[in-house]
């Protein structure tokens, strides 16, 4: 009932800058938070950044001060402002969603693929 569009990724070279977007759409009700993950194959799942309902953000440590989550609440939507990317940044890009009808990891989309290489 809620599907998950991610867009923006790509091929780029270190220090290299990305916008990705994710539109959500679907049964969710108000939105409680927003947030963007990463996989690496053979690794496991992990959480890039959060944002809030109220605004409040929240990094994982390795990406702060280089990334800005952002997110369009009328539009369902929350992005994820990347600079100064680096090699260790590659991965598939997924977002996720909290609402008053839906739970973190109910859904997934396919993901956007962030390459960072030279």
């Known amino acids: 009932q809620v599907q998950l569009v991610e867009s923006g990724g790509g091929l780029v070279q270190p220090g290299g800058s990305l916008r990705l977007s994710c539109a959500a759409s679907g049964n969710i009700g108000s939105i409680y938070a927003m947030g963007w993950y990463r996989r690496v194959p053979g690794k496991q799942r992990e959480l890039v950044a959060s944002i809030t309902a109220g605004g409040t953000t929240n990094y994982k440590t390795s990406v702060k001060g280089r990334f800005t989550i952002s997110g369009d609440n009328a539009k369902n939507t929350v992005y994820l402002q990347m600079n100064s990317l680096k090699p260790e940044d590659t991965a598939v890009y997924y977002c996720?969603?909290?609402?008053?009808?839906?739970?973190?990891?109910?859904?997934w989309g396919q993901g956007t693929q962030v390459t960072v290489s030279s």
């Open positions: 996720q969603i909290q609402g008053e009808r839906v739970r973190l990891g109910d859904y």
